[in-house]
């Protein structure tokens, strides 16, 4: 066993190991090292990350005014003690928690929690739509946002929404809460802190940002000032980037790292009886989907989107390549929402797709660019794809690439098809219904880069009013049918194609306890984390 002493040491021998292929006898017992795919982090910012792999981090680093119980969703207290709202239900006030600090040492106070929301707003980077939802512009956010004292926020929204909507949506990461002062320091023009944030932290969570270096590795170390800082067992979190599962699965079974969130499910199967191995399970938000971009003549044509929801074998993906891994799921919305459906329409027909291609105008098929992550599990489902679409004539022209590249060209809407996931931001149904099922502009240069109806060209004519009308709604029964109603819309016209929910399944060491992959709506909480002492 190896003992690392500083912060710079905990960097530097365990990313020489990495590079230096050294076999490690075991993990420290104050640190948790992590092997994952983390190459679609574009920024460690707030208002700026928008990725899973961000969010896990920024989760483990910065606290919200509101937290989510991640088996009921409901809101539950964060940095703000209590909440009420205005009788005309538009005007919102949070009571912050007394005595809690930022990593820095200063007070977390109202001011910053309005200047956090402020400057997500006036950023207006992919996230901001989470904030700018209940009416909120760069005109009016200092006066709608605003600390009436220390202690006290007051958030000042342009209509009432359904109850418990904005308390929902601020659990997102957009909904962070930064040291002010600390940003201010290292402000940049009129970036408000964003270059610093993007390889910096200022928050009051667990963690602290100690370094991230983009296709290599995130260092997390404990923050001396967290309020639970005196029950954190793990003291350092080393997260590698490994795109290989194969690599991910030796790392684990020679005890290199702690823990491994991409094994595909025949590894999974292998290492589940290996002694001192374990595999834990968790059904989470994340939807994967197919993105038909209707700027293509091709893809534009609803016959031809149809044909491709017939051409996806989502039975024998998810009994064999997927198994274990990922359930059938055909709407929009995750199980467990409100308005969630479970009707699964579409099942592989190749000749049901042959005669609706016919129809289109394409009875030889076409062919078509298929943009995906380079990771094996897409890989592998982009293969499979590849293999049923050509049953019907339709050639997919296989484009792999890293995944930061992927949501580059995605959030620019410059792909064809592709294969992407989604993770809610927030336990609310609007979190999903407002990017897939609606699109207020759906101009080239509106670009609602957030926004996945916008990023496929999708103008969604149909569903818009309901989503907007949806959201303000007061009785949640009503609300409910409303939802479920505008799925089954999507499921016959969206060229947005969900296909499947994940089950993450994390494999560890049997000595490692407390790890939460965030359920439903959350990302990774690391702190939870034990480790018993090594047999």
Known sequence: MFNLRTPVLAGSLLLGTALGGMALAET??????????????LSMDPAQSFEISGGDQINNVYETLVDVDPVSLQPIP?????????????????????????????????QDAAWSLQRVVKLDLTPAFIITQFGLTKENVEQ?????????????????????????????????????????????????????????SA?????????????????????????????????RVFVRHVAEPATQRLLLEKGDVDMVRNLTPTDIEAISTVDGLKVQDSLRGLIYYLGANQDNEILKNPKVVEAIRYLVDYEGLTTTLL????????????EGFLGEIKDNPYTLDVEKAKALLAEAGYPDGFAIEFLMRNEQERID??????????????????RPVVGSEALEIYRARNHELTLQTWGTDYPDPHTNASVFAANPDNSVDAKLVGNLAWRNAYAATETTPMV??????????????????????????????????????????SNVDGFQAGGAVESAYYWPVTKAAAQ
């Open 203 to 235: 928050g009051s969570g667990a963690y602290v940002l100690r370094s991230w270096t983009p296709n290599e590795s995130v260092i997390l170390e404990a923050n001396p000032n967290w309020n639970r800082a005196a029950d954190l067992q793990m003291k």
């Open 78 to 110: 964060g940095l703000a003690s209590e909440w009420s709202v205005s009788e005309d239900g538009k005007t919102f006030t949070f009571k912050m928690q007394e005595g809690r600090k930022f990593a820095s040492g200063n007070p977390v106070r109202a």
């Open 381 to 398: 489902i982009g293969q499979a794809l590849q293999g049923t679409m050509a049953q019907a004539g339709i050639t997919l022209n296989l």
């Open 144 to 200: 709608n946002v605003r600390a009436t004292d220390d202690m006290t926020l007051v958030i000042q929204t342009d209509k009432p929404f359904a109850p418990t909507f904005l308390s929902n949506a601020l659990t997102a990461s957009a909904g962070s809460v930064v040291d002010m002062e600390t940003v201010m320091q290292h402000v940049e023009g009129e970036d408000l802190g964003n270059k610093w944030l993007s390889q910096n």
């Open 468 to 509: 907007d009308a949806a959201v303000i709604e007061q009785d949640e029964a009503t609300r409910r049918g409303m939802y479920e109603e505008m799925q089954r819309m999507a499921q016959a016209s969206s060229p947005l194609i969900p296909l499947f929910q994940q089950i993450e399944q994390t494999a560890m060491r």
């Open 323 to 334: 198994k274990g891994r990922d359930v059938i799921h055909q709407s929009f919305l995750p």
């Open 28 to 41: 420290p017992p104050d640190t948790l090292v992590i092997a994952t795919s983390i190459d679609d982090m």
